[in-house]
């Protein structure tokens, strides 16, 4: 650990992503080392920005990954690791997640939750360009992330990025190459960095619209549980439908507006179908902002009569995560549906 005056300390665990890869004949790739770039990045900062970070010390993944290649197992490891570190060291008072950027906010939203109950905030980042790359983004972020852990009045699962304090539950990637990658486009952001964090109503995070559930230990089983994301497209046949919904534990459908089905008798009977064969199937908007409201139109509501469980205004990412750690953890049928709206 390095020391700091306030003694707060923060973990960071390094998963990989773009902020730890190096440039290869074949383009970026992940690359190992990364406490000592990072600690070398963080030396370059100015005086007085690098005494007032946190201490620290780092975990680093031996086999760093492009997030394009990240599976659910991915976000169970991360959330064990997590759950291990915090319970090995209880003067721990923060966590950071570096994390690639392509997934990270898939990531997030499944460590919210899986960490539900943890005392103090996890917060993910990672860059759009590597550590060592000119104008990287990569330092400010890391010195961004450190700070926002060590704030002793945040909870829960956030993401720090481009000068953004996001709840990980909204958040969504944004944009391909800006320094500002993220948004939560159905909720405010938490906070702003200027040379430190402001944080928007004390930092608090939105109440969740589906209370966490509690156990962060339930059994896993993520190799096993299937989830598909199903997005309707003008011209969408009931075949193709059921091609997609086959043999799934559960299905993130991405309907038209505020929740809508084309009207399709073959198609709504392959959703009924799917369910009755015990496939839990959420249904979500297209649009990035707003609700579903499943009764404004018959088409929403024949689709509602379907059996299908109302997501709301989650982003693809919180419904699927979501749908797959309820699934991974053995709920299923009443007891799934019942915990997706408490
Ligand atoms: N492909 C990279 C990743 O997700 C993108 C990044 O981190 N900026 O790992």
């Not at 390094?14 to 690359?31: D, K, Q, V, Y």
């Not at 950027?101 to 759009?128: F, N, R, Y």
């Not at 908007?285 to 469980?309: D, E, F, K, M, W």
């Not at 205004?313 to 749908?323: G, I, S, V, Y």
Request: charged share 20%; glycine share 10%.
């Amino acid at each position: 650990m390095t020391s700091d005056p306030d003694h707060r300390r923060v973990l960071i665990i390094a998963t990989g992503g773009t902020i730890g890869m190096r440039p290869g004949f074949a383009g970026l790739a992940p690359a190992g080392d990364f406490a000592a770039r990072a600690e070398h990045a963080l030396n370059q900062l100015p005086e007085a920005r690098r005494q007032v970070l946190p201490a620290r010390r780092f975990v680093e993944y031996d086999d760093p990954i492009d997030s394009s290649s990240a599976r659910p197992a991915q976000w169970y490891r991360i959330a064990g690791d997590i759950r291990h570190h915090l319970e090995q060291d209880a003067n721990l008072d923060g966590v950071v997640v570096i994390h690639g950027t392509d997934t990270l906010a898939w990531c997030g939203a499944s460590l919210a939750w899986q960490l539900s109950a943890l005392p103090c905030p996890v917060v993910m980042t990672g860059a759009q360009r590597p550590l060592e790359a000119p104008g990287s983004d990569g330092p400010d972020n890391l010195e961004q992330a450190l700070m926002a852990a060590a704030l002793p009045q945040l909870q829960g699962v956030l993401v720090a990025f481009g000068g953004e304090l996001l709840d990980a539950r909204f958040a969504r990637k944004w944009h391909t190459a800006d320094n500002l990658a993220f948004a939560t486009p159905n909720a405010e952001p938490l906070g702003v960095w200027r040379t430190q964090w402001q944080l928007k109503d004390g930092g608090r995070c939105r109440q969740p619209h589906r209370a966490p559930l509690g156990a962060a230990s339930l059994p896993c089983s993520p190799a096993g549980t299937k989830v598909v994301r199903l997005t309707l497209w003008p011209g969408i046949e009931a075949w193709q439908a059921r091609a997609l919904l086959q043999g799934a534990d559960g299905a993130v459908l991405e309907a038209w507006g505020s929740g809508n089905l084309p009207e399709d008798a073959a198609l709504a009977q392959a959703l009924r179908e799917a369910i009755e064969a015990g496939t839990a199937i959420v249904v979500i908007s297209q649009c990035p902002l707003g609700a579903t409201h499943l009764a404004n139109y018959a088409t929403g509501r024949a689709l509602a009569a379907t059996g299908v469980i109302d997501g709301s205004d989650m982003t693809p990412e919180a419904a699927f995560t979501r749908l797959h750690w309820l699934l991974a953890s053995g709920y299923h049928g009443d007891t799934l549906r019942q915990n997706f709206h408490p």
